[in-house]
């Protein structure tokens, strides 16, 4: 199941790819960065622009708000570039990314949006996505599946469950890393992990029932 996560991730037409920028002169603002600036940050940040891309596709759930969410991150980092000492440059665009999503939606509503509401649940039956097999009874499931089914029921989850499964398990942060960008615990990003797991568990057999 992890695995098909992934697979999808990497060939989702949801990567940004060159559609929102070939490089970091595409940006608006960037003619008034200097060269040696501009190449540092490129060979720096732009490896990661899919996953950047994918994390605010999935966050935004519009294709033209989350070019516009990503084009935000990366001037936000081009901005804060040169005093930029870690961590590693993945966890540190995808932080910024999800202050400028957060940003956005407060704008929308003209009031703060709470990323860690969501009512945690660690009951004892729910067994953590990391401890399970690779093999599992879910994976013949999963390959009844196309990539864009997997991408709906994924998005349909809720918020803080939504983001934590796509940073861990298509952009492969550790729970350290996830636990820096969403503003939690990290043993809050083990029971969303699980509680995430679980209702796409809930999700996936009733798609497959229907």
């Known amino acids: 199941m992890l695995d098909r996560l992934q697979h999808q991730a990497s060939t989702a037409p949801w990567t940004a790819g060159h559609a929102i920028m070939t490089g970091t002169d595409k940006i608006t603002g960037m003619d008034d960065v200097d060269g ?4 540092r940050f490129r060979d720096a940040a732009l490896p990661h622009l899919d996953d950047v891309f994918t994390l605010a596709r999935y966050l935004m759930r519009n294709a033209a708000d989350a070019e516009d969410a990503v ?9 804060h570039f040169d005093s930029y000492r870690g961590p590693a440059m993945k966890p540190w665009l995808l932080a ?25 649940d660690t009951s004892p039956e729910e067994v953590p996505m990391w401890q399970e097999p690779q093999a599992s009874p879910e994976s013949e499931l999963l390959r009844r599946f196309d990539d864009a089914t997997i991408r709906r029921l994924v998005g349909a989850l809720p918020q803080p469950f939504r983001e934590t499964i796509v940073l861990r398990e298509i952009n492969d942060l550790s729970y350290r890393e996830i636990a820096d960008i969403v503003g939690a ?9 699980a509680r995430a797991r679980a209702m796409l568990r809930t999700a996936w057999n009733a798609e497959d029932g229907s």
């Open 36 to 39: 040696d600036k501009a190449r």
């Open 71 to 79: 084009q935000e991150c990366y001037l936000r980092a081009l901005h």
């Open 96 to 120: 910024i990314l999800k202050n400028v999503c957060v940003a956005e939606f407060a704008r929308r509503s003209r009031q703060p949006v709470a990323a860690g509401n969501a009512e945690e």
């Open 185 to 193: 615990p990290v043993g809050t990003v083990m029971s969303r992990l």
